[in-house]
């Protein structure tokens, strides 16, 4: 049965469960918005999905109901016997763990896999860079978070949210803001707008963890021209950002992700 807020609402007092905001809790309240979720990570019959955070099961029922082989996590505990209701029937590969805590590329093992969720709030930066940098069996993502981490994610150089997160993402992935999502379909109500992003990985330049490192020494001061910035790891800073091409007076926000990249190489 579709879930909208009411049906939500009485499946959470029928097993004596409130949301917790601590976990980042706003389930799904519907229908529609979940088939749009569904249609836009285009999963059929003997793909493998990987579902972070099943809350209700609403979203988890509508990735199942393509025929595509789900596996699906919730670190509350509370809500295994709602899922066990709502995805009776299904052949979904319900986990009550926490995916912060698990090695997630030995529990998926060789890809390909799509992961599709509606991320909490509280994790789903880190989770999506760690994914994105350390589980290269999930080749595609269609997640849901708080529209200012979506614009972070696909922010470029110049944006007052472009960051080390978009630096991660640009050198990891393909990544587009796929569309907005009102506060109103969500139960509780959160106090912000939420938006879907979808990532394809590209593979990584060589010296991709190197970059990833200076952007963050770079983005820490972000406002100091980059050979102030980098001087404390960095020797002759002036030197080896001339040697990559990089005007030293340039601030961190002004460089591509590429550019750190060719900063890691011209490192000595």
Do not use: C
Not at 3 to 16: P, S
Not at 100 to 128: F, I, Q, R
Not at 165 to 184: G, K, N, Q
Not at 240 to 250: E, K, M, S, Y
Request: glycine share 8%; net charge negative; hydrophobic share 45%.
């Amino acid at each position: 049965m579709p879930q909208g807020r009411n049906e939500i609402r009485a499946l959470l007092e029928a097993h004596g469960v409130r949301p917790r905001r601590s976990l980042g809790q706003n389930f799904l309240a519907d229908p529609n918005l979940v088939d749009r979720i569904v249609r836009t990570a285009g999963p059929g019959p003997g793909d493998r999905i990987v579902e972070v955070g099943a809350g209700t099961g609403t979203l988890t029922r509508g990735l199942a109901a393509t025929g595509a082989d789900v596996l699906a996590f919730e670190v509350d505990r509370r809500l295994l016997p709602v899922l066990e209701e709502t995805l009776s029937g299904t052949d979904v590969d319900l986990r009550g763990d926490d995916v912060t805590k698990v090695d997630l590329g030995a529990v998926l093992g060789e890809g390909p896999w799509t992961m599709v969720a509606n991320l909490p709030y509280n994790v789903g930066t880190p989770l999506v860079l760690e994914v994105l940098r350390d589980v290269p069996a999930v080749v595609r993502l269609v997640v849901m978070v708080q529209r200012e981490v979506a614009d972070r994610f696909v922010a470029g150089p110049g944006s007052r949210t472009y960051g080390v997160p978009s630096v991660v993402v640009a050198l990891h992935a393909d990544t587009e803001l796929a569309f907005t999502v009102p506060p109103s379909v969500f139960y509780p109500v959160p106090e912000v707008e939420s938006a879907v992003v979808t990532m394809s990985r590209i593979d990584p330049p060589e010296h991709v963890d190197s970059a990833i490192q200076l952007a963050g020494v770079a983005f820490r001061q972000r406002r100091k021209m980059l050979r102030r910035s980098l001087s404390s790891v960095v020797a002759d800073a002036g030197a080896v950002l001339a040697a990559a091409g990089i005007d030293a007076t340039a601030r961190p926000e002004d460089l591509p992700p590429n550019a750190f990249v060719r900063l890691a190489e011209a490192m000595p």
